[in-house]
């Protein structure tokens, strides 16, 4: 069986587990005050261009989500969001479980446009019953979008000049940001992303980490007492150096871009495969998740010998399969898989 | 000035003030344990055909809908609603201020359709990350809707079948029942409600008496400890005989039908002298709000001798206004009302 | 039968129901924006000494302290009450289902005291683990307390400076205000406590009210989108002005002072009574709340002619009982209760 | 300097680590659908004497007990605790922001006891104003308690009797719960705690793994849709395996309670030595956390070669620090902490 569900399905680059390995039995204070934390901070300011950033690590993208949201938002404040974005979608409602709305627009890929973010805020503005509605209060992107989309610097730039005219924090869930900056034709970097957005996570879990996020707060000062709304959440991981050593080594060398651009080649490889073979992509995924279309009884053929994500079926014959690479994806399976096909 | 712009400008119905006038004076045990509130549970729950509904009283509809939904929802679950219900829009995120989210459906002049509700449960019990969403555990119609439209019984039947089907609640916000019940070519009445709903509001704010709702569970046993959730929430009046007396006074000698009533000759006689006009009506009304639609110019004139709500905007050149009539509208205010326009 | 149980047994002061009938049929803009909020809004600001002051209107206790606290806490900070505290106790979990911890302390008759207060923060404040502790963010005081004692002057300002000191507002529950201000023996005035607190309500329910309480923001900077978290926790009332009204009619002519004057007046006749008949009392209440101790079978005896509040068994023989005077409380039952004892 | 702060300050069991890397390149669905968490929980069900018991695997302490509580309680309910207890004091009011009251009881070395239980319960039960007030709803115990001290199978039988008598779930916080199983004068067992509590945690993060808590509802009806509230409080690891493949490991072979008797052992061994010493215990913990009591001075002198906890302040000359010994404890370290002092 070919393993193409999803990008999670590995451990962590043999980098980080031998490094986990090394300092296994050293003693380290807990709750991030290790060194290894310190180390991954200052990495991450530094790639992000922002030394004044304060950086947190959190165990996973829905965690770092509930917690970032409900930290920023006042309680009379709901989250911008696409009507597909993780947090409107496939959360259990956990920004709702922290009291807030989530406000959701269309989209087009899982991404918003700057037009319509201000379309609802400025509809909100000039409502005369505001003060019986949820005002916005933040703008949610994933980047990487959940469909595998990017922004372009200049839609993210539209879009954070909106937000920084209604003097509402932007927040950009980086889940799988590693395949969003080295995918081949984009012109967002970290330091472009770190000067637009307020706030936003690094994701590791996806990305050659265990596990982990970081959150990075380019405007410190939304970070008030977030210590403690992290222990409140139940998101402080006792032994945070595990997730300090982990960014510590991705960030060292180059190490996230470098095994992210390997996801992205393998994506490609698998693009043209595909394309050569005739297959119908549901759009051009310039990341790592590749869409395609099936006929359903092709489809239930190949999951004998593939296994790929359902994402949604197009009409009563055919379906939208979702085949993930990663960075741990051997060259050797993008063949078999393209032999199989 | 005439006032059209709600039903909710004048106090109460002059037999409930003389009423609370003449006990005004007496003692009275509180938070409802009291016989005006026993009095008014005996004749409400005559009035639903329903001898063991369990019936509270409450301050006002917001109020209902938020304790209501947040007693019978458990955590993982969320409501299930029109796009324009009052829930959805109207209430500053009161539900998702409890914990739940608002799963919102297409809607016409504020109803929902059983197909609709039937398709989005469906969706979720196929969704093979359903344990990832929120569950759809509870229906929420308001009757009339926020546009005055009313179900027919068969259309609630549908709905209801639906709900009992996957066994979730239904619950009717009853903001302006009198009004829907006393429309002049409804077959919904009040037992067929009780019938059909877990739980519902009769509104007394809007329909008579000073404040107050009547919520009612014909489903007593989801009912549990709500005693305690309405204080929990805020909710509990200390003299809850002022409640009571309000609903005693307007279901004794079938007040509450009488009084809805004349609010409904009075939109009758405002939509035949409209009509007569050549007014454009935003869409047939049957109950005591009715949507006209006006020229923008036309409009600011009327504004300076008329009071109405803006709804919204139609297009460049016309707006949808309200104008909404009451238990409390004199004729001859209709009369003055068609003569300016 | 006497009864004595509580100070909310009856409606309103005659000339607020006589206010409410004249204007019954008036039509008045919704939630607050009417002539008689204006009115009572500006009367308030002026007994309160406070012009700046912002004055909202909400119907019940429980609900403005719900409101209230849970608009002034940011998410990681708790309330710090008395352990008899109404917050603390027989609010069925009101701020905690906010989300906001009771930090409780130790009590007299209900009062806290500033070095206690003091005592608490700078523990919180040395204490090596307070990132991971819930940090205290308010204060919250009754006066009068749950068992009908006042602060002194002095008292208050000792607490305000804690406050102060540390840059937690401090907050006053003043569900029976007016017969704390109408005590015989108290320096304690509304202005003090404008002047001392940085927000407060005034009690209408239980001083001559139908229903009814006057949050008081004597700094408004702390009522930031107040409005529209009144709306979210379903405590905005549709006609507003009806606690408008009410309280514009307590605050002409010096009503809510007089009428609470009564209460007093009242109470100290029945202490004086109770003295005389060597009853023995809990201890020395200024207000209209008296807690005396009986012997069991003495009580059982009584409560067949007298209903009074079961306060709390003293010993296996003994128990505290309360009798309460109201605005509304006659000289004659007074004395009939007497006659009884 | 010798670290004897905590028991999280090293990494995993060097068989945790090694089965990590043997599988890290191997391909695992994600959320605990894998084999590792299924054979864990065969394992974990087999030491628990529950063949229906559910087990799920959640990060750490704080989320383990803000989701099961969270899950658990209804809105009007709360969760009884020692007033020591972690979800009383050190989790940043976790369970207040999840809605709900902690009822703190006094405690001694942190253990309840059933009669205080009992007596709270009845207290409530027998109030007549308890619908105004929080209902227990459960009781929290932890065991070892933040003390270090263990409950004897007596104390667990009545409490648990108490909590059947009342129909309220008893939970047990067992972030410690190996080091309680192997102390070496208990007579309670990982059956005897399943069959007396309704749901507990298997500690992880503290007893051998990276990070990890099994949580085991014996009565599996409790877990109702427990996963997505798991996947709601942001507590649901992608990587499910990763938590499954470390209780795998710990439940083989015995190593849990092995590795938890070495950190017993070196406990008793540095007690011996303390006391050969004359030094002052604070109490007789029978497990791996010690209590001594220090002269401040003396204090200031061994923190310059030794690092504890500082536990609290005796009196104005002494203090009351930690010593933790772990699984990772090496004997050397221990005489040389005995050679120091």
Redesign the interface.
Known sequence: MQ?F??D?????H?LI?QR??E????????YGGDVYCAAARRKIREACGCPEAEVHFL?????????VI??LL???E?VIAASTGHIS??????????????LTLPQKHGKLCAAEVRRLIETFERD??R?????PGMVYLSHPTEYGALYSAQELREISAVCREYKIPLYLDGARLGYGLAARETDVTLRLIAGLCDVFYIGG??VGA??GEAVVFSRPELA??F???V?????????GW?LGVQFDVLFSDGLYLSIAGHAIDMAEKLKAGLREKGCRFYYESPTNQQFIVLENSRMEELAREISFS?WEALDENHTVVRLATSW?TREEDVDRLLCLL
Chains 1, 2, 3, 4 share one sequence.
């Open positions: 393993h569900d999803s999670y399905m590995e451990g962590a043999p587990l986990l390995a300092i296994n039995l050293d003693k380290n204070p807990g165990a996973g993208g829905t965690q770092a989500n509930a917690v409900g930290a006042r309680p009379y709901g979608v496939h959360e259990a409602g956990a920004i709702e479980a922290g009291g807030h709305k989530v005369g019953n003060a019986h509605m949820v005002k879990t996806k265990l596990f008030d007492h210590f403690t709304i222990k409140q959440k139940g998101a402080l991981l006792a032994k595990l359902f741990a």
